[in-house]
């Protein structure tokens, strides 16, 4: 599950998100305003699925400039954590940190490669490892992601993923109804595009970018390779943004398809859960229990024979 890449992969995509910043701090699509007012933007479905944060520490991986970070301490988590690899996106997350209030130890920002993220971030473990929307499709290997994300999981803590579904890469630009391109593509996806997801006109220099596309079974296939026990895969009818032409945004600010065409899935989430030393004992009890009891039986069986011989 490590994909084809580029060398310069990494240096390419810090400069066009480092770029964006500003843009994006800057724009209707944040709206840096209205977050200062709620402090809030987690998505109905996230909050629902990661539960009742209260007391709990979290690390958001791949955190931009921190909006969802902060949204999770607002929500009542004890201490978060961002870390991305973007210099200008860590700055912007301090200053929108200290705005609120918050102390390094309630809310802290780390600029470092999510894969050294072991070595960057302040604590071993973490009660929710978080990962929002639109991150895995920056990274080309997913394994060694995965096995990140989980060693700074806390026992009895979990890995949360929401991300847009693979199968959207795969359809047609206009009306999402056609397979036009590879679902299983191992190859990087490289483009030089102006501007940004938050101003399509806008003029701007680092325009390159490499992506990966992660079919879901990979994905699956990663977390629970790293040691994690998948609890629920929800694929979601709804996306973020206008994928598809014909899409259309509904009352709560999701895009789906109208009613008219059959519904396919846009976008899904993952948590997946680390063991409990307690849990971890007692499977192993039950392990070696089952391997005695098999190997006395196995004996008892070679008796038996020997006597019938």
Not at 136 to 159: H, K, Q
Not at 197 to 205: L, P
Not at 243 to 249: N, S
Not at 283 to 302: M, R
Request: proline share 4%; net charge neutral; charged share 25%.
């Amino acid at each position: 599950m490590r994909h084809h890449m580029p060398d310069d992969w990494r240096e390419a995509n810090r400069a066009r998100w480092d770029e964006r910043v500003p843009l994006h701090t800057a724009s209707d699509y944040y709206d840096q305003a209205a977050f200062r007012r709620t402090r809030d933007v987690i998505r109905e479905f996230e909050a629902a699925e990661v539960g009742d944060v209260t007391g709990r520490s979290l690390l958001h991986l791949q955190c931009h400039f921190g909006q969802d970070t902060l949204s999770w301490a607002h929500r009542g988590a004890d201490r978060v954590v961002g870390l991305d690899f973007s210099a200008p996106a860590i700055a912007a997350a301090r200053e929108l940190a200290a705005e609120f209030g918050y102390g390094p130890e309630r809310a802290s920002f780390v600029a470092a490669d999510v894969y050294d993220a072991v070595q960057a971030v302040p604590d071993a473990a973490y009660d929710i490892v978080y990962t929002g929307i639109g991150a895995v499709n920056w990274l080309p290997d997913l394994v060694r992601w995965a096995e990140t994300a989980a060693s700074l999981v806390a026992p009895g803590g979990f890995l949360y993923l929401a991300e847009f579904h693979p199968l959207c890469d795969a359809l047609d630009d206009g009306t999402g109804s056609r397979v036009t391109h590879d679902y299983f593509r191992r190859e990087a996806w490289e483009e030089n595009t102006p501007g940004s997801y938050t101003d399509f006109g806008a003029a701007t220099v680092h325009n390159r970018s490499v992506e990966w596309q992660h079919p879901l079974g990979d994905v699956i296939s990663a977390v629970a390779g790293a040691g994690l026990r998948i609890e629920f895969l929800r694929e979601h009818d709804m996306t973020m943004f206008q994928r598809f032409g014909e899409l259309r945004r509904g009352g709560d600010g999701f895009y789906r398809f109208p009613d008219d065409r059959p519904r396919i899935p846009l976008m899904y989430s993952l948590k997946a859960t680390k063991a409990t030393k307690a849990t971890k004992a007692t499977k192993a009890t039950k392990a070696t229990k089952a391997t005695k009891a098999t190997k006395a039986t196995k004996a008892t069986k070679a008796t038996k024979a020997t006597k019938a011989a």
